[in-house]
Structures are given as C-alpha cells and as structure tokens.
C-alpha cells in the first residue's frame, strides 16, 4: 500500500513538473505556400493576389504520424501579441483572396496553430513561420532549376528535382483542377517538430499529375 501511494505522488508530481510533454501532440510541420496566380484562378470575382509573383504563406499545420492536428484546446488568436509583426506578415502570409490578412492568421491560428501551443505560443508560432520562409526561396529554387512561372505545362519530376537540388529535401506538391487545366497552387516544405530542421516530406501526399500549369 506505501508503494502505491508512493506512486502516485510521484505521478502527480511529474505531472505539475512536465505539463509539456503530456500536452505534445505533434511531432512535424507542414510548412504551406501556395502561388497566388493559381489561388485565383480559382476564385470568381475579385482575387487581390492576382498581380502577386511570389511564394506566400497558407500555413504551417502540426503533423502527427503523417496527419494533419487541428482544432486543438488552447487560447485562441489574440492579435495584440503578434501586432508587432504585422509589417512582415503582410508581406509574407496575406490573404491573397479578400486582403483580410488578420482574419486569416486568426484563421491559421485557432485550426492549426493552436496544435504546438505545448511547443510555441502564439507569437513563437508566427515568428516561426516568417523565419520558415524566409531559409526557403521556392521561387528561386524553381528558377535555377529552369522552372519559370509562365503558365505553360511543367513537368511534376522536373519540379521536384529542382527544389531537391536547391533544397536538398523531398517537398509535397499540391494541385488544383483536372487533366490538362491541373494547376501548381501550394508547395509544402517540411520541419522537424523544433521548427527549424528541414526534412524530406512524404513524396506520396502529393496529388499532382505527370504534368500541370505553373
């Protein structure tokens, strides 16, 4: 009976003593830009990111064992403790379909962010992800691989090879539309669950054909 009781106590103490490692519930980020081009050509009516030529931020979503975590418990989207970033996330994570930036970082935040509050607080998470674009220039990438956005069919292996050789990791390319009208709208870059180790993404999450519009 003393050794239980002994137990217990110890259990309840490492509890108070390492919230964390009961709260992790992550162990990878996907890293998301999309191409505001492609993002709306999609969209009727207005689309303010229409006349934007480079990579932005979607998000960055917490993986567990290859899934997405969303919707997690834990303090929603407080502008006030990222307000001194405002400058640097206009620029790299708009809202390239309404222009209502703020929204969709509240909108990043309380789906997917949220999830590495046991690792990162809000303002970690979004100073995270500036720093995230900023070690990884897709655009770049592509071009010294060849591949330009001119709005002609590319080659998915080229597109891959050209981010492997400049990167050195394998990415995820995502795709919008069907047969010949399939479009690169988002490439997704992938971090070790500390936020700043790049590593190979799982080739098989991408759902590009053989060829599509970039």
């Known amino acids: 009976m003393a050794m ?10 490492l509890t108070i003593l390492f919230p964390m490692v009961k709260s992790q519930t992550f162990d990878s980020f996907w890293m998301v830009q999309h191409w505001p081009p492609a993002v709306c050509s999609f969209q009727q009516g207005r689309c303010v990111g229409q ?9 960055v979503w917490p993986q567990k064992g290859g899934t997405s975590v969303i919707n997690c418990p834990g303090p929603t989207f407080d502008f006030t403790k990222i307000s001194h970033l405002e400058s640097t996330l206009n620029v790299d994570w708009p809202n390239v379909i309404t222009g209502n930036n703020k929204w969709f970082w509240g909108h990043e935040w309380n789906k997917h962010g949220i999830c590495s509050v046991s ?22 990438a592509l071009r010294v691989g060849g591949v330009v956005p001119n709005g002609r069919s590319k080659a998915r292996q080229r ?7 400049q990167l050195g990791k394998e990415p995820v390319l995502r795709c919008r539309g069907t ?3 399939s479009r690169l709208l988002e490439i997704v870059m992938c971090f070790d669950d500390d936020g700043v180790t790049l590593i190979n993404c799982n080739p098989a999450n991408s759902n590009c054909p053989n060829s599509f519009i970039f």
């Open 119 to 140: 690792k990162f607080d809000q303002q970690a998470y979004f100073q995270m992800a500036i720093n995230m674009r900023n070690s990884i220039d897709l655009l770049s």
């Open 51 to 59: 006349g934007l030529r480079s990579f932005t931020i979607h998000g």
């Open 179 to 181: 047969g010949r009208q």
């Open 4 to 13: 239980a009781k002994r137990e217990i106590v110890l259990v309840f103490v």
């Open 159 to 165: 597109v891959q090879s050209a981010i492997r050789a």
